[in-house]
């Protein structure tokens, strides 16, 4: 099982700011399968990015993705209101699929 | 307007049985691989199973022999029926639209889950 390690577990920032997350994967993910989601309160998660990097549809640009391998990372340009929520990454290369743990992105 | 609405969550006692299911419109049902995502309270995303268009299945270890993923592309309708519920079990139970037709190329849409409670 490919366990999934999410850092930090809480990022504290201001809009307006870059927030950088973190997925590092126990053994190499490959072909890149790795995925991002946002889930806000009460809400079911939502796609972001799939393939490490390629951003799913109606996804702003604000949002991208890079890493291969063991490491992954999410980054958010410039945080809007809207971006306060948790992230988990997800790997689908092998079974189990597995999700991180997350990050929660909170107003500072 | 691709839609996933899940239904057949309630209270279940430790050691029963529950089935639910999940309604899909807006896309090709039977082209595309299905899954189930579970979310305890307060808790993370787990996998729970998936299937392929094809059939194929999959689980994860904490549901293997207990729990069973189906589909019937004739109705649209993705079903996971459960035995053998444990408290753990108790979640909340998202049915998911893979991006692809096999195993899983990540799931792009979501149900908006039903809840899962095991308790006597």
């Known amino acids: 099982e490919i366990v999934l390690t999410q850092s930090p577990g809480t990022l504290s920032l201001s809009p307006g700011e870059r927030a950088t997350l973190s997925c590092r994967a126990s053994?190499?993910?490959?072909?890149?399968?790795l995925a991002w989601y946002q889930q806000k309160p009460g809400q079911a998660p939502r796609l972001l990015i799939y393939g490490a990097s390629s951003r799913a549809t109606a996804i702003p640009d604000r949002f991208s993705g890079s890493g291969s391998g063991t490491d992954f990372t999410l980054t958010i340009s410039r945080l809007e209101p809207e971006d306060f929520a948790v992230y988990y990454c997800q790997q689908y290369d092998t079974s189990p699929l597995t999700f991180g743990g997350g990050t929660k992105v909170e107003i500072k | 307007e691709v839609q996933l609405l899940e239904s057949g969550g309630g209270l279940a006692q430790p050691g029963g049985s529950l089935r639910v299911s999940c309604v899909a419109s807006?896309?090709?049902?039977?082209?595309?691989?299905m899954g189930w995502v579970r979310q305890a309270p307060g808790k993370g995303l787990e996998w729970v199973s998936a299937i392929a268009g094809g059939g194929d299945t999959h689980y994860a270890d904490s549901v293997k022999g207990r729990f069973t993923i189906s589909r019937d592309n004739s109705k649209n309708t993705l079903y996971l029926q459960m035995i053998s519920l444990r408290a753990e079990d108790t979640a909340v139970y998202y049915c998911?639209?893979?991006?692809?037709?096999?195993?899983?190329?990540?799931?792009?849409?979501w149900g908006q889950g039903t809840l899962v409670t095991v308790s006597s």
């Open positions: 998911a639209k893979d991006r692809g037709n096999s195993f899983s190329s990540g799931f792009d849409y």
């Open positions: 053994q190499s993910v490959s072909r890149s399968y």
């Open positions: 807006g896309f090709t049902f039977s082209r595309n691989a």
